[in-house]
């Protein structure tokens, strides 16, 4: 799976791909929230992206991710809140 936002290939750790079962996120839902989800920067390669879904009592959903030589995602969430 490719990031066309980023240019990069998508890594899902092991984590992040256990909480996307437990909180029913599909790969197709993470790929929209990546593409298109808006972006919060920790540093240069670390980010949260996160994104209000269609049909989701859950939201907000955010993706904490790595921009290195590919996209790396650490961990997905829901229930998210940006910090103020």
């Known amino acids: ?3 066309q936002r980023f240019n990069l290939e998508i890594y899902i750790s092991r984590h992040a791909s ?3 079962l437990e ?9 929209e929230l990546l593409e298109t ?3 919060r920067k920790k540093d240069p390669s670390h980010l949260w992206i996160a994104k209000q879904m269609k049909g989701r009592e859950d939201n ?3 993706a904490a991710v790595v921009l290195e030589h ?5 961990t997905v969430m829901h229930h998210f809140c940006w910090e103020v």
């Open 60 to 62: 907000l959903i955010c």
């Open 18 to 20: 256990t909480r996307m």
């Open 37 to 39: 989800g808006d972006i």
């Open 23 to 31: 909180r029913n996120i599909t790969e197709s839902v993470l790929l």
């Open 70 to 74: 590919k996209l790396v995602v650490k």
């Open 1 to 3: 799976m490719i990031c």
